[in-house]
């Protein structure tokens, strides 16, 4: 008896416990999950012209966004080839059962980082840098126009085993529902806001900065700190001393600054730890402008790093065998 | 100029935002921090005789519990050699400027699961798994009594990257703090409960005996299944068919049924995946007796398969590219 034809399509799921919606996305292919420690079937060079790099447009050619220099691009945006979220459709809420499910709704864009096919964001000049942040803000404001979506997340991931090509890109991410973390900071931020009226975060930022220990890199609009709680071994947060909780309200200026400090962290990461793979991670509030003054945007930049993960899965403990302030000293020390 | 000293006793740290506590535990080992992909400088088995066989017992003399077999053990637990939490003092709650801390207080137990040295759990003969399985609940038992703990959790982990000489071996942790997972699980089945006076647990349960689809095995007191929303590939989760939040209440005659549902789904696992790495956790109510009607304690199976893990540590978003329905097919097909 052949089995019964599978459901191909992706869709979300809600967990009706843990209240968290999953991405069921069969047609990113079950097939090439790797086991663990193996590369994944799509890393490597050995695969034909880098699909990201100058001349190779065509393989690509939908440009969602570009940004150019002279007569190239110096950033370019385009979809995502095998989207964790689909722009095309409505929501489509419904229930199975008890449970509940709606469509995989959402943007998930490719952004080329930098022509250059081998330079890491450790290496960007800060023009470069610049441009790529300003790249993200300008998808904040466009992605916020849908209201389908409530958040937008930018992911960069750094290391062999996790970029296709080796050619740095990054991830821009809508989702029509609250991811997880962010749900989570946001609870926590407006808990704390309800408590005392003042941002968890500008508190902490006051608290970090007094404190000194903690300290990796500042400047006049910035701080690079290791979280009093880090989670992991030297995860480093960047955050702007100036309350804001909106990404796209970034100010030209504060671009810049912001990319010295990005810029100036990775390469202390790469220095400290022997360029380790490591992701990083644009937190900020929803797009439809609530908890203004609750959340606090920052990017969060954690190196992977093989320690044991069992316990942090099995319960959400997390054990870090790094204080921050041990963290701190090595990542303030070179460059 | 040298740096100043670093306070080398482990703690634990809230974090403001999350409300989560974390282990700094730097006498677990900066320096043994390896690279992502490599094993962990404890792993192989090049470095003498196995702690865990027997023989070697004077290398861990401390006995907490024992079960016995004629004239030898079958099941042995001793203090871990590096704990995450200490059993001695109290737990110290303070204030560090606007952070939380206090004394990494707690239980680390190490079990050394069987005597014989190549046996996995898939391999277990029912016996075995029973005894294995009533050590835990003894255990339970035993910790609850500490009044400074409030849960206790049992972790698995399967795989060469994972364990320490290849000799089967769990752990038991008694927690003074609720671990943000199972806050979590407690958080939503109480919400549920809220709302509807019944067991989320229960009628997903109840949902799952009647959709089918994703159910993997059962016999007469036990249902394992993967879970409408697995957030990992392959996910399963064995719950009590009867509602029971505290897992020290197991019955001797369902201990052995559950035992033949945990072999059953480990050497499914192993069939369908190649034995891959895998972790398995008991997720059981606050040992203070809370949440007695809302929660459901249940094992939680999740193989380690090597997909992209930079979304979820960013955002929370799981993305799972195989639904559990086939996963349940292709687990139910085989063992």
Redesign the interface.
Known sequence: MP?RP??RMSEL??????????????E???D???????P?ADAGEARGPCPFCPGSESLNPDEIAVVRDGTGWAVRVTPDKKP?LHIEGDLGRRA????DLMNAIGAHELVTDVPAHTLTWADFPLPQMTRLLELYRARTRDLRRDTRFRFV?V?K?H?A??SRYGHSHS?V?A?PFP???????VA??R??YRMRERC??C??IS?EL??GERVVARNADFLTFA?????H?YEMWIAPLEHAADFGTLADGAAASLAELLVDALARLRTALAD??Y?V?LHAGAVDGGAQAEFHWHW?I?P?????L??E???????????P??AA?RLRARR
Not at 13 to 26: C, E, F, K, Y
Not at 32 to 38: H, P, S
Not at 313 to 323: L, R
């Open positions: 089995a599978l459901n799921r809600r967990d009706p416990i843990l209240r968290r919606w999953v991405i069921m996305a069969p990113r292919g079950a090439t999950l790797a086991r663990r420690g193996e994944p964790l199975a059962g008890m449970f997340v992911l991931n290391g085993t996790w991830h991410v989702t991811p997880k973390r962010l749900e989570e900071e926590g931020a808990e704390y968890v975060f508190d902490q608290e007094r404190a979280p009093f709680a880090s989670e071994p380790p793979p992701s991670a969060e954690v992977h790093l093989g320690h044991e069992g316990m899965w099995a319960t959400g403990i997390f054990s870090n065998p790094v204080p302030e041990e000293r």
